[in-house]
């Protein structure tokens, strides 16, 4: 699942070339069962996609500021929002977390699912990502633990970071960061051909003291 140096946004406009939809357009689980109990403010979102997740938020009561690398994805999510009537209050921009990240101090910053075959400086971007929350903020990576059972063989020989991995490379100082949530979760899930299975989900919620 490596392909390092392709790319990032010429790999992810193909990806969402086309006509037909990638994701479920529900919401990831665990972003719905932390937020859910959060007082809206402002979100940023790493790599929206098709917008799923900014539209939930944006429905609760957020106001969102949804990023990705692709211009395809960014014109799917904006559709999706303006469908659910949800585009005033979630502005989109296009950027390669790599080289430039979006202004801003959040409430809240969700990274679900973060990972690319083409060029991503993630521990970088996950650092930067801390930097963006605002104190008494949320900074909320949710990662695979494992390749799903219907993925490639690349996939299966890709190396997930552990949450231990991911925490020392956040590298932050446990007196200013408050971690409310530590450690994995299971969820079901549905295949592209229907299969089911459950997952392993590695969850890290931290708050800025």
Known sequence: MSEPQRDAQEFWDEFYDGEERIWSGRVNVQLAQIAAGLAPG????????????????????????AVDVSA????RARAAARRRE??????????????SFP??????????FLHSP???ERETVLRRAAAAV????RLLIV??????????EQAHAHHFDTVA???????????????????????????????TATLTDNVILLRRR
């Open 42 to 65: 402002r979100a940023l979102e790493l790599g929206c996609g098709e917008g799923a997740d900014a539209i939930w938020l944006a429905e609760k009561g957020w106001q969102v500021l």
């Open 72 to 75: 395809n994805a960014l014109e």
């Open 86 to 99: 949800m585009l005033p209050h979630i502005r989109f921009e296009r950027h390669d977390l790599s080289d």
């Open 103 to 112: 202004a801003g101090r959040f409430d809240l910053v969700s990274a679900q």
């Open 118 to 120: 083409a060029r991503l």
């Open 134 to 137: 605002a104190v008494g903020g």
């Open 143 to 152: 990662d695979h633990g494992a390749a799903p059972p219907w993925a490639d």
């Open 165 to 195: 991995e991911v925490l020392a490379g956040l590298g932050l100082d446990d007196a200013r960061w408050e971690r409310l949530r530590v450690g994995t979760a299971e969820r079901a899930a549905v295949g592209p051909d229907g299969q």
